[in-house]
């Protein structure tokens, strides 16, 4: 018997498919077969009926828990957006300090490479200006020595690509826990049937943006 999906035969899409989430809810719903199920468990043998509700009781008591647990995943995720929040503020801190300190250089650079000639008039009054200028520069070096504002920002910047990490990570755990409820709330008969009486739905995994999915195509380098 050939394969059903054969990759050497095709058929192949040689444009590509992009893949969306699909924003929808799908209810539980049972038909007449697992209410008959249940009534022949009850009507025959009653030991039968009674370990079916247990069963029942153990798997409700499972679907909250699990509830708890995307809950909680979802929380984790929260966590590591507000810490990434956190270490951007501090990054936007550094970095418009470490602009201002590079306008002033560039200002006394460019006033020198524009062509300005001072006379003998103001010349002292440039030259103290220009010293002015450097020994603010030697300040700010000597407050952050061996380039300590540029080596924050470094690690600012690399709390801020673990943090990422881990967002990535804790969407995939978050993931994990909806597939586990999707695909639960559909195992017949107990868990269905428990979920079916309860109103449960299917739940929808993480979804990127449009935005994010425009800037994943677009060139980096």
């Known amino acids: 018997m050939a394969n059903e999906?054969?990759?050497m035969n095709g058929p192949v899409n040689e444009a590509g498919r992009d893949v969306n989430v699909i924003e929808k809810?799908?209810?539980?719903?049972?038909?007449?077969g697992s209410i008959i199920f249940e009534v022949v468990l009850w009507i025959l043998f009653i030991i039968p009926g009674l370990v079916f509700l247990f069963m029942k009781i153990n798997a409700q008591k499972y679907l909250r828990q699990l509830q708890q647990r995307i809950?909680?995943?979802a929380s984790q995720i929260d966590n590591y957006l507000e810490q990434r929040v956190q270490i951007l503020q501090n990054v936007v801190g550094i970095v418009e300090?470490?602009?201002d300190l590079d306008k002033d250089v560039m200002k006394s650079v460019a006033a020198f490479r524009?062509?300005?000639?001072p006379d003998e008039a103001n010349?002292?009054?440039?030259?103290?200006?220009?010293d002015a200028a450097m020994r603010s520069i030697n300040v700010a070096f000597e407050a952050y020595p061996d380039l300590k504002a540029h080596?924050?920002?470094?690690?600012a910047m690399q709390q801020n690509s673990y943090l990422q990490k881990e967002i990535t990570a804790a969407r995939e755990v978050y993931n994990d826990t909806v597939l586990r409820w999707n695909s639960d709330i559909f195992a017949w008969p107990t868990k269905m049937i428990v979920?079916?009486?309860a109103g449960y739905t299917t739940r929808i995994p993480f979804t990127a943006s449009k935005e994010v999915k425009e800037q994943a195509r677009s060139k980096f380098f």
Not at 114 to 117: M, T
Not at 151 to 155: C, K, N, P, Q, W
């Open 97 to 99: 300090k470490s602009v």
């Open 123 to 130: 010349r002292n009054e440039v030259a103290g200006q220009l």
């Open 151 to 155: 080596r924050a920002l470094a690690d």
């Open 71 to 73: 809950q909680h995943n």
């Open 114 to 117: 524009g062509g300005v000639h």
């Open 25 to 32: 809810q799908i209810p539980v719903k049972t038909g007449v």
């Open 195 to 197: 979920a079916a009486k």
């Open 5 to 7: 999906l054969d990759e």
